[in-house]
T-cell receptor, first 112, second 113 residues
Framework: GESVGLHLPTLSVQEGDNSIINCAYS??????FIWYKQESGKGPQFIIDIRSNMDKRQGQRVTVLLNKTVKHLSLQIAATQPGDSAVYFCAENRPGNTPLVFGKGTRLSVIA | DGGITQSPKYLFRKEGQNVTLSCEQNLNHDAMYWYRQDPGQGLRLIYY???????QKGDIAEGYSVSREKKESFPLTVTSAQKNPTAFYLCASNDRGLNTEAFFGQGTRLTVV
């Protein structure tokens, strides 16, 4: 289930189940979105991206969905594995020459 | 191999001392960024630079300073004015003005002793 802890919200899933991590973004003019995975003690790694002219993009075991109407982004991980345990961040590229804006992050915990 | 390198991986600082964190990239990226991450929390932008010899403050610039004398390098100095410097520091880079992902270094964990 999903719970909000003192800091990052945590999503716990059974190994083999599908995971869905959600992200709300703030700027309706944002045109590019990225999902990152951060393992403990390491820097974030790129997982998948999507441009605003798309509403779905698939990678290997991952799918990103973009709903511009409600400014919502989700990351779906199929057949979740213990190695998927990490913190996942969404990032949005806002108009103008500004840095990527990162979401708060969600900790995914996979139960073997 | 192309990438972004942070050093050192671990750094200890006495209270009242300045310390400089290194960030080097060979990706030919124009833009570089410094983020701070506290335990169990997200990324907060300290400073960023979109071109050599120019940089801008992020959300939490107080107590930090940067320089961008070379395209490849964007060092961050944590000064004694930063009251709570213990954190995980991440450097990133990307192509300025393009819709491309930012590449991150592996981070430097700074501890004040």
């Amino acid at each position: 289930g999903e719970s909000v802890g003192l800091h990052l919200p945590t999503l716990s899933v059974q190994e083999g189940d599908n995971s869905i991590i959600n992200c709300a973004y703030s700027n309706s003019a944002s045109d590019y979105f990225i999902w990152y995975k951060q393992e403990s003690g390491k820097g974030p790694q790129f997982i998948i991206d999507i441009r605003s002219n798309m509403d779905k993009r698939q990678g290997q075991r991952v799918t990103v969905l973009l709903n511009k109407t409600v400014k919502h982004l989700s990351l779906q991980i199929a057949a979740t594995q213990p190695g998927d345990s990490a913190v996942y961040f969404c990032a949005e590229n806002r108009p103008g020459n500004t840095p990527l804006v990162f979401g708060k992050g969600t900790r995914l915990s996979v139960i073997a | 191999d192309g990438g972004i390198t942070q050093s050192p991986k671990y750094l200890f600082r006495k209270e009242g001392q300045n310390v400089t964190l290194s960030c080097e990239q060979n990706l030919n990226h124009d833009a570089m960024y410094w983020y701070r991450q506290d335990p169990g929390q997200g990324l907060r932008l300290i400073y960023y630079s979109q071109i050599v010899n120019d940089f801008q403050k992020g959300d939490i610039a107080e107590g930090y300073s940067v320089s961008r004398e070379k395209k490849e390098s964007f060092p961050l100095t944590v000064t004694s004015a930063q009251k709570n410097p213990t954190a995980f520091y991440l450097c990133a880079s990307n192509d300025r003005g393009l819709n491309t992902e930012a590449f991150f270094g592996q981070g430097t964990r700074l501890t004040v002793v």
